[in-house]
T-cell receptor, first 114, second 114 residues
Framework: KQEVTQIPAALSVPEGENLVLNCSFT??????LQWFRQDPGKGLTSLLL?????REQTSGRLNASLDKSSGRSTLYIAASQPGDSATYLC?????????????FGPGTRLSVLP | EAQVTQNPRYLITVTGKKLTVTCSQN?????MSWYRQDPGLGLRQIYY???????DKGDVPEGYKVSRKEKRNFPLILESPSPNQTSLYFC?????????????FGPGTRLTVL
């Protein structure tokens, strides 16, 4: 059964720093991997979607990489800002059950200090 | 505006009192699902629906029911709520199928069962 873990569970950095969030999954048979942002009291917002055939995706200051063979993905945030403070979740879409379900990690809570 | 709406946003109830959380999307998506989020456990899928009148269990379906009579609506029903169902609930929708399949999430419903 697919399991997703995220390290660290929480991270606090000063404004302006570059940072990396990590996501690991146990089964490399996936359709895609998606990074989400969750703000307190709000739903999830999709940040980046990486298909299994891709190695990385970029959007603005965000870059997500995928190494399917090792079961890892990283989310790189450049020049962090206080507005980046949120919980970041990764989710994989497994091949089983025709890839209909998503498996989420527990998230990394990021605080960017001004 | 494309969105997923949930009601109510907050609910406090007592053990055994039947309740329904509504979910509606305006994007004509075939696929809809319900998740619960608990500290340290991430999001876990309760039920999902591939289309009207087609529903299936996710990872934690016990104590929940769903229905999909219309494409846009996917209510979550707790026939006899118990305190272990106290959680943050999210509804999500997406286009069914492979390819670009970003999930759109509702704002969440915080349920407390006393």
């Amino acid at each position: 059964k697919q399991e997703v873990t995220q390290i660290p569970a929480a991270l606090s950095v000063p404004e302006g720093e570059n940072l990396v969030l990590n996501c690991s999954f146990t089964d490399s048979a996936i359709y895609n991997l998606q990074w989400f942002r969750q703000d307190p009291g709000k739903g999830l917002t999709s940040l980046l979607l990486i298909q299994s055939s891709q190695r990385e995706q970029t959007s603005g200051r965000l870059n997500a990489s995928l190494d399917k063979s090792s079961g890892r993905s990283t989310l790189y945030i450049a020049a962090s800002q206080p507005g980046d403070s949120a919980t970041y979740l990764c989710a994989v879409r497994p091949w089983d059950n025709y890839g209909q379900n998503f498996v989420f990690g527990p998230g990394t809570r990021l605080s960017v200090l001004p | 505006e494309a969105q997923v709406t949930q009601n109510p946003r907050y609910l406090i109830t007592v053990t055994g009192k039947k309740l329904t959380v509504t979910c509606s999307q305006n994007m004509n998506h075939e696929y809809m699902s319900w998740y619960r989020q608990d500290p340290g456990l991430g999001l876990r899928q309760i039920y999902y629906s591939m289309n009207v009148e087609v529903t299936d269990k996710g990872d934690v379906p016990e104590g929940y029911k769903v229905s999909r009579k219309e494409k846009r609506n996917f209510p979550l029903i707790l026939e006899s709520p118990s305190p272990n169902q106290t959680s943050l609930y999210f509804c999500a929708s997406r286009i069914a199928g492979a390819g670009t399949d970003t999930q759109y999430f509702g704002p969440g419903t915080r349920l407390t069962v006393l």
